[in-house]
């Protein structure tokens, strides 16, 4: 089968391009935006990428074309899409294709959450290979332990990122409706996604979707502290629950200097973590990823061990640099519960040391100020911060006016650069947080700082 793939650089898109490709398919592509990594990774698995949306296309490069994979970034109105549609062409959507070809007879374990999907995911994987289950897997990143973000295995059990957003333009359900997990985690539930949901009750009602979806004989793994997820279930749950975060299931005792912390199920010590991960958020996302992985089999101490080796996942909290005592981080951090456990994750590393937070406000809530009050509040605990205000449509300066002098903003990356830079001394611990590129700044904080 040929497939050909209209947003194809996307992290999930892309992921479904090497599925499709392991499983012996041809497979092309075009996207807006062809560049590095994504269009390397694809290119080494001799995927032709074509750069936008033209209609020529059609008689080009996916001319042989069987199905046309849609992805959620394209809409009514793109030349591609409006061809297609007036040709009668064969189209299905990414999350769809996904499971009529690869994932339907299996054991699909999903991870949903507002926050903590990508690492939460990368973490069960690992445990079920380290349990020897050799799961295939696709997740919004790239988990250090494997090195790609999506494979295919002929393992029973496939691990998947569950994400809430909408799975295309002519399907305004959630991704994760289409997966129907057999074990299925619901890590944490706040507002987000404002381009596409109109209040928090919006996305709960998608989360109740999903867990429609699951069998009786399959497992709800459910943050006991999270009042969404609680009305979620209340709306009705036919499976088996099991809580994390609370008294009454699986829960973290406070961790050792060292970091490493005892995990309890049901008041009964079952063993120790010991890992470099930071944060009570990892605590929550390690015990979630346990209760999933003893589902399907992995034993306790096995699982235990097994997260000693794990290395988290690029883009969260990596670093990518020291410079006369200065280190540079990069991380995905980009709403505001995100950002203010990231920086208090790492003042658990770093005590009294000064952090210096560099955000970019990004993502399409972000963008249109949804979040904007909750933005200083979760920058409190950082020395000084500095904003990029370039692409958002709304007063950066007045929305952190109560951080007083210890905040910068600004919509010149250089100028931005250089203010970090200038503020920067040795000891400091300068934490940049966006969920895009951000202009590549971290490559020029290192090269200033060295300079």
Same mark, same amino acid.
């Given at each position: 089968?040929?497939?050909?793939?209209?947003?194809?650089?996307?992290?999930?898109?892309?992921?479904?391009?090497?599925?499709?490709?392991?499983?012996?398919?041809?497979?092309?592509?075009?996207?807006?935006?062809?560049?590095?990594?994504?269009?390397?990774?694809?290119?080494?698995?001799?995927?032709?990428?074509?750069?936008?949306?033209?209609?020529?296309?059609?008689?080009?490069?996916?001319?042989?074309? *069987?199905?046309?994979?849609?992805?959620?970034?394209?809409?009514?109105?793109?030349?591609?899409?409006?061809?297609?549609?007036?040709?009668?062409?064969?189209?299905?959507?990414?999350?769809?294709?996904?499971?009529?070809? =690869?994932?339907?007879?299996?054991?699909?374990?999903?991870?949903?959450?507002?926050?903590?999907?990508?690492?939460?995911?990368?973490?069960?994987?690992?445990?079920?290979?380290?349990?020897?289950?050799?799961?295939?897997?696709?997740?919004?990143?790239?988990?250090?332990?494997?090195?790609?973000?999506?494979?295919?295995?002929?393992?029973?059990?496939?691990?998947?990122?569950?994400? +809430?957003?909408?799975?295309?333009?002519?399907?305004?359900?959630?991704?994760?409706?289409?997966?129907?997990?057999?074990?299925?985690?619901?890590?944490?539930?706040?507002?987000?996604?404002?381009?596409?949901?109109? *209040?928090?009750?919006?996305?709960?009602?998608?989360?109740?979707?999903?867990?429609?979806?699951?069998?009786?004989?399959?497992?709800?793994?459910?943050?006991?502290?999270?009042?969404?997820?609680?009305? =979620?279930?209340?709306?009705?749950?036919?499976?088996?629950?099991?809580?994390?975060?609370? +008294?009454?299931?699986?829960?973290?005792?406070?961790?050792?200097?060292?970091?490493?912390?005892?995990?309890?199920?049901?008041?009964?010590?079952?063993?120790?973590?010991?890992?470099?991960?930071?944060?009570?958020?990892?605590?929550?996302?390690?015990? #979630?990823?346990?209760?999933?992985?003893?589902?399907?089999?992995?034993?306790?101490?096995?699982?235990?061990?097994?997260?000693?080796?794990?290395?988290?996942?690029?883009?969260?909290? +990596?670093?990518?640099? =020291?410079?006369?005592?200065?280190?540079?981080?990069?991380?995905?951090?980009?709403?505001?519960?995100?950002?203010?456990?990231?920086?208090?994750?790492?003042?658990?590393?770093?005590?009294?040391?000064?952090?210096? #937070?560099?955000?970019?406000?990004?993502?399409?809530?972000?963008?249109?100020?949804?979040?904007?009050?909750?933005? /200083?509040?979760?920058?409190?605990? #950082?020395?000084?911060?500095?904003?990029?205000?370039?692409?958002?449509?709304?007063?950066?300066?007045?929305?952190?006016?109560?951080?007083?002098?210890?905040?910068?903003?600004?919509?010149?990356?250089?100028?931005?650069?250089?203010?970090?830079? /200038? #503020? /920067?001394?040795?000891?400091?611990?300068?934490?940049?947080?966006?969920?895009?590129?951000?202009?590549?700044?971290?490559?020029?904080?290192?090269?200033?700082?060295?300079?």
């Amino acid at each position: 089968m040929h497939l050909h793939i209209l947003g194809i650089c996307g992290t999930f898109m892309g992921g479904i391009a090497a599925i499709a490709r392991q499983s012996g398919h041809t497979v092309t592509g075009c996207d807006a935006n062809v560049y590095p990594p994504m269009s390397t990774q694809l290119a080494s698995l001799g995927i032709a990428l074509t750069e936008g949306y033209d209609a020529a296309q059609l008689d080009g490069v996916a001319k042989t074309a *069987d199905v046309f994979v849609v992805g959620n970034v394209v809409s009514r109105g793109n030349p591609l899409v409006e061809e297609i549609l007036d040709r009668n062409l064969g189209y299905i959507s990414g999350p769809e294709w996904l499971y009529d070809q =690869v994932i339907r007879d299996k054991w699909v374990l999903a991870v949903a959450g507002t926050h903590g999907k990508t690492t939460t995911s990368s973490m069960l994987a690992w445990l079920l290979q380290e349990g020897g289950l050799n799961p295939g897997f696709l997740i919004g990143g790239v988990p250090e332990n494997f090195g790609v973000s999506a494979r295919l295995t002929d393992s029973s059990f496939f691990v998947i990122e569950a994400d +809430e957003y909408d799975t295309a333009f002519f399907d305004k359900r959630s991704k994760f409706v289409h997966y129907h997990p057999r074990t299925a985690i619901l890590n944490n539930l706040e507002y987000d996604h404002a381009d596409i949901f109109s *209040d928090l009750g919006a996305i709960e009602t998608q989360f109740h979707h999903m867990v429609r979806t699951i069998p009786r004989s399959g497992l709800v793994v459910a943050n006991g502290r999270d009042e969404s997820i609680a009305r =979620v279930l209340e709306r009705g749950c036919w499976t088996p629950v099991e809580n994390f975060g609370g +008294e009454d299931g699986w829960m973290a005792a406070e961790p050792d200097p060292d970091g490493a912390f005892r995990v309890r199920l049901r008041g009964r010590d079952v063993g120790v973590v010991r890992w470099d991960l930071l944060g009570e958020h990892n605590r929550m996302n390690a015990l #979630a990823a346990l209760a999933a992985a003893r589902n399907v089999g992995v034993q306790l101490d096995h699982g235990v061990e097994a997260l000693a080796t794990f290395k988290n996942v690029k883009r969260r909290m +990596e670093v990518r640099g =020291v410079v006369n005592g200065i280190t540079v981080y990069d991380d995905f951090a980009h709403h505001p519960t995100a950002i203010e456990t990231t920086i208090a994750g790492l003042r658990s590393k770093v005590g009294s040391a000064r952090i210096l #937070a560099v955000l970019e406000p990004r993502s399409a809530t972000m963008k249109l100020g949804v979040m904007k009050d909750s933005l /200083a509040p979760s920058l409190e605990d #950082a020395q000084l911060a500095f904003c990029y205000t370039g692409g958002i449509g709304w007063d950066a300066q007045s929305a952190l006016r109560s951080l007083g002098k210890k905040v910068m903003c600004s919509d010149d990356l250089n100028a931005l650069v250089a203010a970090v830079v /200038a #503020a /920067a001394r040795p000891g400091d611990h300068v934490l940049v947080m966006s969920n895009g590129g951000f202009g590549g700044i971290h490559a020029k904080l290192l090269a200033a700082l060295a300079g």
